[in-house]
């Protein structure tokens, strides 16, 4: 298995430090691209991603000191070396409070640039593990018990362990992702990444330049190359998600790849080879799609070498009261507040529901019921103030009151929002559905006001 070269980015407005620099850091192993001015460089940032930015502090226009400020209003976390020929403390000092992680002098040591980088970015890499590790202790922490999920992580376990490619299959909001990161985890490629791609949510024209990535001028708003998922993952897991909404078109490819080793980036002439297992998740039957033709077989038979099915939490609801208690005390340590529990009786009242949203809809459900209450034990009372009114079913739009035009509008608005959840936001689908354009609908949603962006966020 083969890591992606570690990518350097130098700013400096004179080209021959430009020129000197990159090709001591390509003979050193590392990818170097070069840029003669801030503006420039932040232009590059937002597209590109880098591990570590060089940057001169004195050149024309926007200096380096400035470019430190953009970057941290940007909200930019990519480590900053400063070098200057006219340095003095009281820049180092400002340097330094901005976010450089180091500040050098010219003229510049090879050797000593080379022990920088070295210590940069090993500090970085131990920061992102320990970040990783308190988000997965978290965010990523599988709960479960009882038989049937027992049987499962002990699938999770055996599969782990090999190189073999997973299908993860189970309704939305069982956790199809979790445990694809539990594959990854467990497996001897845990210390690479672990990239997603959910294939629902990305449009047809777009899906190929986010998994291969594209070159500079490619289109129409490729300003600069940009790293695909394939090349991202190198070394560890893509995990694609939804699968089963990716075009047809864009199957034959993704065929290719996993029978090549090798991608080819939009514009780009010539092979890349790439290293990731790829896991695969979705909602839908891939077996009857394929019966179906919207699915290919051959990538279908790629794709499943040993499938996982998740049951849905209905048919578990041993784990429910567990669950609840996890999600209360999550939610609790987010917000600050004080830890509290379900009563047996409130447990219960979870457990006869029938959680058509699964375990994604238990956590908003327990979220809700710890913002409606402010009891010590949560009761049935608590529990039957966050459920849905109708188990099982999406809740029918409310009749609402006011002038006829507003209940119309309202209840077209609720009618959208429900369409754009049963179909996962994709957009394409959705249309469909409602037998409309898919720009016709694109405006509908602009005109009632829903932000598709924060509609994906809280789903």
């Known amino acids: 298995m083969t890591s992606p070269k570690p990518h350097l980015l130098l700013i400096d407005d004179d080209p021959n430090t430009l020129a000197s620099l990159s090709r001591a850091f390509r003979l050193a192993g590392y990818e170097a691209t070069v840029c003669d001015s801030a503006v420039r460089a932040l232009d590059l940032i937002r597209v590109e991603r880098f591990d570590l930015i060089f940057s001169d502090v004195v050149m024309p226009g926007k200096d380096g000191i400035s470019l430190l400020e953009d970057l941290k209003a940007a909200g930019v976390t990519t480590p900053v070396v400063m070098i200057s020929g006219q340095a003095n403390v009281e820049t180092a000092v400002r340097a330094t409070r901005l976010g450089a992680v180091d500040f050098l002098e010219k003229p510049l040591s090879t050797e000593k640039l080379l022990v920088t980088i070295e210590n940069v970015l090993r500090l970085r890499h131990l920061e992102n593990e320990n970040r990783d590790l308190h988000r997965r202790l978290g965010r990523h922490e599988i709960v479960w018990s009882g038989p049937a999920m027992e049987r499962l992580m002990a699938q999770v376990e055996r599969v782990a362990a090999s190189e073999s490619r997973v299908a993860i299959q189970g309704e939305t909001g069982t956790g199809k992702e979790l445990i694809a990161r539990s594959i990854h985890q467990k497996s001897a490629r845990h210390a690479g990444p672990f990239v997603t791609l959910n294939c629902a949510a990305v449009p047809a024209e777009l899906i190929e330049s986010e998994l291969f990535g594209h070159e500079k001028g490619s289109f129409t708003g490729a300003a600069t190359r940009h790293v695909g998922k394939f090349e991202q993952a190198s070394g560890g897991t893509l995990f694609l998600d939804e699968i089963g909404d990716m075009p047809l078109a864009m199957q034959s490819k993704l065929l290719r790849v996993l029978e090549e080793g090798e991608i080819e980036r939009v514009g780009g002439d010539k092979p890349i080879p790439v290293d990731a ?6 909602h839908r039957d891939l077996e009857e799609m394929v019966r179906q033709g919207t699915f290919r077989a051959d990538l279908f038979h790629r794709v499943h070498v040993f499938p996982i099915t998740l049951p849905p939490l209905r048919e578990r609801p041993e784990e429910i009261p567990a669950l609840a208690e996890y999600f209360a005390a999550q939610v609790a340590l987010q917000n600050g507040w004080r830890t509290r529990h379900f009563s047996p009786e ?25 913002l409606l209450s402010s009891a010590e034990i949560i009761g049935v009372g608590d529990v039957s103030l966050a459920l849905p009114a109708t188990r099982g079913a999406e809740p029918a739009p409310a009749a609402g009151s006011g002038p006829l035009a507003q209940r119309l509008e309202s209840f077209e608005r609720e009618v959208l929002l429900a369409e754009l959840r049963r179909n996962h936001h994709h957009m394409t689908n959705t249309a469909r559905a409602l037998g409309l354009e898919r720009s016709h609908l694109y405006k509908k949603c602009q005109q009632l006001g829903i932000d598709l962006r924060s509609e994906r966020k809280t789903d």
């Open 277 to 282: 297992r790829v896991v695969v998740a979705t």
């Open 346 to 370: 409130a447990a219960e009242m979870l457990q006869r529901y029938a959680w058509p949203g699964n375990v994604r809809e238990l956590r908003n459900v327990v979220e809700r019921v710890l």
